[in-house]
């Protein structure tokens, strides 16, 4: 028979450890979409730097031929710097986020591709430039746009599995 005096040991709620959200727990985390808008500006910000140092600042040419069989020049400007960066931002930044839906190796799978169309991109520069320094600058500018995203976009997610 079982004694009906029988103290209940009093249960207290769990709380969660300061800065942890339960309510991802057991999910992979991604990163903020406020922090992936930041890089995505940044990476404009740091091209656009690029840009000023190079164009402006020391000289450097930097108009590219329309076409690689035209006459025509266009300048590479201020605002197809800034527009061509973010626009590659934000492409890349949907990429992850759908690669990141579908599997555990999605920034993986991302920062592969990503890299691939890096080295592709390159092909532009180097061969519509109208001087060495110009190919050079316009060749960082593609490598610094991409060396920001690749290493800050995937930041906040979970990659260790």
Request: proline share 6%.
């Amino acid at each position: 028979m079982r004694n009906q005096h029988q103290t209940q040991t009093p249960t207290t709620p769990l709380t969660p450890v300061p800065g942890t959200d339960l309510s991802t727990a057991g999910t992979a985390r991604r990163g903020s979409p406020t922090r992936r808008a930041l890089t995505v500006v940044g990476a404009a910000v740091a091209a656009l730097a690029v840009w000023l140092l190079a164009g402006p600042v020391l000289g450097i040419d930097l108009d590219v031929q329309q076409t690689p069989d035209s006459s025509t020049l266009v300048p590479v400007t201020a605002s197809a710097v800034v527009i061509s960066s973010v626009l590659a931002g934000l492409l890349g930044w949907a990429l992850l986020a759908l690669l990141e839906r579908w599997g555990t190796r999605g920034v993986i799978v991302w920062r592969s591709v990503a890299g691939a169309i890096t080295l592709l991109s390159l092909g532009g520069p180097l061969s519509l430039a109208q001087s060495t320094g110009g190919a050079v600058v316009l060749a960082l500018l593609h490598l610094v746009v991409a060396g920001v995203l690749l290493v800050a976009l995937p930041r906040g997610r979970s990659t260790a599995r």
